[in-house]
């Protein structure tokens, strides 16, 4: 049993997206929000002798590409991790939206019509064409979080 959980944080300053790489302590780690850019959180785990077992995201950001299924690629998450999604089942951001809350990356590899695409310009196409319409507020949403952000300060 690991007897300690060490953090190391990453923040990309362009994007304002932050990363927790988890070191579990027995020579894996579990990767929080990962970048799509992943070369900084692979030299993190390197450079601390880690292996990636496990990736989770917090949520899925309108403004940034996660790099959780390349790292289930690159460095082959087992089949029955697990999935959570924070948005789904009829969101606006789940695409496709489905009924089910939690699923694994073996079951999404095997079943989502997204991963099985060719190439990444029919990935984008058939993303897009899978989105419902968009509430009315999405439009002014960044705008006015941003608005939101700045008058707390």
């Known amino acids: 049993m690991p007897s300690s959980v060490h953090i190391h944080a990453g923040v990309d300053e362009g ?4 990363c927790y790489l988890l070191d579990l302590g027995d020579g894996t780690a579990l990767v929080v929000d990962p970048p799509r850019d992943l070369r900084a959180v692979l030299t993190r785990a390197r450079e601390g002798g880690l292996r990636i077992r496990f990736a989770t995201e917090t949520h899925q950001p309108a403004d940034c590409l996660s790099g959780a299924v390349q790292l289930a690629h690159d460095h082959a998450l087992p089949g029955e991790t697990a999935v959570w999604p924070t948005h789904g089942a009829g969101s606006f951001c789940s695409a496709p939206p489905g009924a089910e809350l939690t699923s694994t990356v073996a079951n999404e590899l095997a079943t989502n019509p ?7 310009q029919s990935f984008v196409d058939a993303l897009l064409g899978s989105l419902s319409s968009h509430p009315g507020y999405f439009t002014c949403w960044a705008s006015a979080t941003g608005a ?6």
């Open 114 to 120: 997204l991963l099985a695409l060719p190439d990444e």
């Open 15 to 18: 994007l304002g997206n932050s």
């Open 148 to 153: 939101a952000r700045r008058s707390s300060m």
